[in-house]
């Protein structure tokens, strides 16, 4: 939908009551959709109005219309504040994406965010045949939401896979097009991974009070 800011997660677009937004050119997300796609524990303060973030080793901390976080109790400045609007938290999604271990892009061309977990191993596909398209289902029944053409083929056009079938693959577009793609009319090309999880060693996670 071009007449909003669109978010999306690894292979699934993200509708909930409340979408993103661009300020500045800084990408906002509503606490409600960090909470439930990202980081279960984040937590807000409606008294002191402050939005607290806990990772394995450090401790994060917004206030509503600040401009200094502050990490482990040493301020960072951020490019943009925490805002509340209408009882809707908006979050700096790019000044935390270090701490989640995330990648975050912004397609301004058909306004999508791309939010993608560092800590995953990636398969890449590209079409081999001009017929190939993606589908909203699996079947030829469904619409068709993007179509290749020789120029892909000849360039290797890469889309993103994330689920794997009998004969489809689910994917995802450079442009954030989610969809499924015929077998038969792909390659994988390329398998590699980000980072891997790190091992469990045994020590207790720092859990601050």
């Known amino acids: 939908n071009e007449q909003k800011v669109n978010l999306v997660i690894e292979g699934d677009v993200i509708n909930e009551k409340d979408d993103p937004r661009i300020v500045d050119e800084e990408i906002l997300i509503p606490f409600d959709t960090i909470k439930k796609y990202i980081d279960p524990y984040i937590y807000w303060d409606e008294n002191a109005k402050k939005v607290t973030v806990t990772t394995k080793d450090r401790v994060i901390r917004m206030k509503?219309?600040?401009?200094?976080a502050m990490?482990?109790?040493?301020?960072?400045e951020l490019n943009i504040p925490v805002i509340e609007d209408e009882g809707v938290i908006y979050i700096p999604i790019?000044?935390?994406s270090d701490f989640y271990n995330i990648e975050i892009s912004y397609l301004e061309e058909n306004n999508v965010i791309i939010i993608d977990f560092k800590?995953?191993?990636?398969?890449?596909?590209?079409?081999?045949?001009?017929n190939a398209v993606i589908?909203?289902?699996?079947?030829?029944?469904?619409?068709?939401?993007?179509?290749?053409?020789?120029s892909d083929v000849e360039n290797g056009?890469?889309?993103?896979?994330?689920?794997?079938?009998?004969k489809w693959y689910k994917v995802r577009a450079q442009d954030g097009t989610i969809g499924y793609i015929e077998k038969r009319f792909v390659v994988?090309?390329?398998?590699?991974?980000?980072k891997l999880p790190e091992e469990e060693t045994g020590n207790d996670a720092w859990k601050p009070i």
């Open 157 to 166: 056009y890469t889309q993103r896979v994330f689920e794997e079938y009998e």
């Open 94 to 96: 790019e000044f935390l």
């Open 71 to 76: 990490v482990n109790n040493e301020p960072m």
């Open 64 to 68: 509503t219309e600040n401009l200094t």
């Open 119 to 130: 800590n995953s191993i990636i398969q890449q596909a590209s079409p081999i045949d001009e």
């Open 135 to 150: 589908r909203t289902g699996r079947s030829k029944r469904y619409p068709i939401v993007k179509e290749f053409d020789a």
């Open 188 to 194: 994988i090309k390329r398998v590699f991974v980000n």
